[in-house]
């Protein structure tokens, strides 16, 4: 058996712990068994960059972040142009994969990959899709991995935040990535006490956000904590087109949507509004346990999907177990938190504003 592995699109902790159970999987069940990785995502498999890999590449590599193949953005919107020296990408990946005489493609990544997976299957290759992100957004699985990794992360700077804070009688904003969906700021958010959590999919009021931080400045909290989500946006600016948005922003040129709240609370309440940015710290360091664990039954679960021929799937998980889900039905569609959801209610009830 032949396979093609790849990693593409943003990075997460747990890459190389799920390309580990793809190969341990079928290595112990598959007589020879040769497995091809492409570098830096679709770009290895587009121009033929790529390396025969041995049982010592995934030897040690469970706890590893990062990826031992790279990665790199290679947006979908763009795979029908033309790339370097005018070359037909789509061909380019597909001549590629007849000419290895690959038996599958696995393509980890979130869901710009995921779009790519599913046009190469539609044109006719065997793939297998595994869904990664810190941002968990993607839809038809209850879970990605990198994602517990990154809440960890995330919600040690906040935590870190919480003393200082107290210190100082200050307001700290903590920027979580996620520019289209804020599971990872909710999450982050609940699990470190934040008093704020502003995401993309609840567009805030500033006066919301002043009355939640005045609020507990008269229940006697000095200090108020918002974890903000990359993608947050005002009540003003959700209804602007994203033309207009675009104009508006870089009117403002803050640096991002932390600094504009940061200042807005500065100029309201007289405090002291601080920005941290933890960035890529996110998606950066070892798998938390939990992503080890699911990433060794997504791989596992992959090599058993390759090894019955059910191409053309992502192996998600839901209600717990592994699961086929067809990439035609998932592929272009993000999983979003509903504002209405049993967890932001929750939250709501214990006293969290979502500056809505
Ligand atoms: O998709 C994962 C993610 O980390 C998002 O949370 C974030 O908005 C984006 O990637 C950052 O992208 P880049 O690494 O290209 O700056």
Redesign the pocket.
Known sequence: MKIGMLTS??D?QALNAAMRGVVKGLSENVDNLEVYGFYNGYKGLIYGNYRLLTSEDFSGILTRGGTILGSS?EPFKNMRDPGENGIDKVEAMKNNYYKLNLDCLVILG?NGTQKTANLLREEGLHVIHLPK???NDIYGTDMTFGFYS?VNIACEAIDCIHTTAASHNRVFIVEV????VGW?TLYAGVASGADIILLPEIPYSDDSIIEAIEKRRKAGKGFTILAVA??AISKKDAKLSKKELKKKRAKEAYPSVSYRVAQMITERTGSEARVTVPG?T??GGSPCPYDRVLCSRLGSAAAKAIMDGKFGNMVGIINGETKLVPLEEVAGKLKVVDPNCKMVKEAKRMGISFGD
Request: glycine content about 26%; some cysteine.
């Open positions: 699109g943003g997460c953005r979130g992100t810190i941002d990154a990535m996620g520019h289209k990872l990359e993608g890529h996110q998606r």
